[in-house]
């Protein structure tokens, strides 16, 4: 229904062309392949779109089972020329098949010939993957021919080598999409990590500076980008430009225990590496990340893991803190040596000890810590 255009003078003749084109839809797909809209085509949109005047009424329709060049591709233009070339100001048959996006896909006719089968066999269009599968086989034979032979001859589009197919080329366009979001938003967590509020507590020195480990911070919502784990729960960045990354395990959930606990609390274990120059700064670093109703860790945080009965001291942590609108969030990291991850690799039962909180991990911890340490080799 909303893929009709108007183009009726007045209201009164405008909804009779609505109700003549609504009929004239709904009965050509139901009744396909029997029944077929009469018309002229006045304009094309693109190398696959066209709208064809019913009734002093105007459909924009798509050619079916067929892909074309996208706008930002080479042949896009002379594509849509081409198709302008096949119908425009030609008189028309048209079968719909079914609305999409406020278009009507469907079967253009013209003296007999189906401009679909035409434009592949001129080398101007694909033959879609997606919906040459809901051809009757003979007419898909037919297009797979018709396409097959434009690209034994190199026609238009197979004439490029490097020319991607649409689909192809959307779906690339999206994942570069989805990556510069990506980088936004982890340039935008940095910038509020360097103005957030911190707390700093006193905590020994390993072997690379308190920044390379202070940019725990962008990743105090960590959650949220948990699905970028990779092969062993993973997650790695690295900015070349500042020579500067990390490999970071996702979440250990821990049930804690003690009075007005924190209403979620997990653990990551974190590799974190800077080069200047040719030479190589590096840190090993636990994280933890707490959400409650009220601030837990101001006054104590200090953190004490028990690996297999085994009493480890961690000390100390540098606390980031700040207000996600639903809870009071704390992100602790300690920083660490190998050593100690490599005692939580071989540990079956852990226990922690967070401030005045403690908790169980049982053997969670245990293959993210092996992952992380075959992730940093």
């Not at 108007?6 to 109700?19: E, F, I, P, W």
């Not at 034979?141 to 589009?157: C, F, I, P, T, W």
């Not at 689909?167 to 938003?185: L, P």
């Not at 606990?261 to 840190?283: C, E, I, N, Q």
């Amino acid at each position: 229904m909303n893929s009709v255009m108007l183009s009726a003078k007045s209201k009164n003749n405008a909804l009779g062309a609505v109700l003549i084109v609504i009929v004239l839809i709904l009965t050509a797909v139901t009744a396909y392949p029997q029944s077929a809209i009469s018309g002229r085509v006045v304009e094309v949109l693109d190398g696959k779109t066209f709208v064809i005047e019913v009734s002093n009424a105007r459909i924009t329709g798509v050619l079916k089972c067929i892909e074309v060049p996208e706008s930002d591709q080479p042949l896009s233009v002379e594509v849509k020329q081409h198709l302008s070339a096949l119908v425009l100001n030609k008189t028309a048959e048209f079968k719909p098949l079914g609305l999409s996006m406020q278009r009507t896909i469907g079967k253009l006719t013209v003296n007999g010939i189906d401009v679909g089968q035409q434009m592949l066999r001129d080398g101007a269009a694909w033959h879609d993957p997606d919906q040459k599968n809901g051809q009757i086989p003979t007419e898909r034979a037919l297009y797979e021919q018709n396409e097959q032979q434009a690209k034994s001859d190199k026609r238009g589009v197979w004439g490029i080598s490097d020319l991607k197919p649409a689909w192809e080329f959307r779906a690339e366009k999206e994942r570069a999409e989805e990556e510069r979001k990506k980088q936004e938003y982890e340039r935008a967590a940095l910038n509020a990590a360097s103005k957030a509020k911190t707390v700093k507590a006193p905590i020994r020195q390993v072997s690379a500076t308190v920044q390379d480990y202070a940019d725990f911070q962008a990743w105090s919502d960590i959650r949220s980008i948990d699905r970028e784990a990779g092969i062993g729960g993973i997650i790695r960045k690295y900015d070349t430009a500042r020579g500067y990354g990390y490999n970071l395990t996702t979440q250990a959930q821990v049930d804690v225990a003690g009075k007005s606990k924190p209403s979620y609390m997990d653990f990551r274990l974190g590799y974190v590496y800077a080069y200047s120059g040719t030479a190589k700064r590096d840190v090993w670093a636990i994280a933890v990340l707490s959400d409650a109703d009220e601030y837990k860790f101001a006054k104590s945080n200090n953190l004490t893991i028990l690996a297999d009965g085994e009493k480890i001291e961690i000390g100390k942590a540098y606390r980031f803190y700040g207000d996600t609108g639903a809870a009071r969030r704390e992100t602790l990291v300690y920083a660490v040596t190998r050593s100690k991850i490599e005692k939580i690799a071989k540990a079956t039962d852990i226990k922690i000890r967070v401030g005045v909180f403690s908790g169980d991990l049982g053997r969670k911890l245990k293959d993210l810590a092996k992952n992380l340490l075959n992730s940093a080799n």
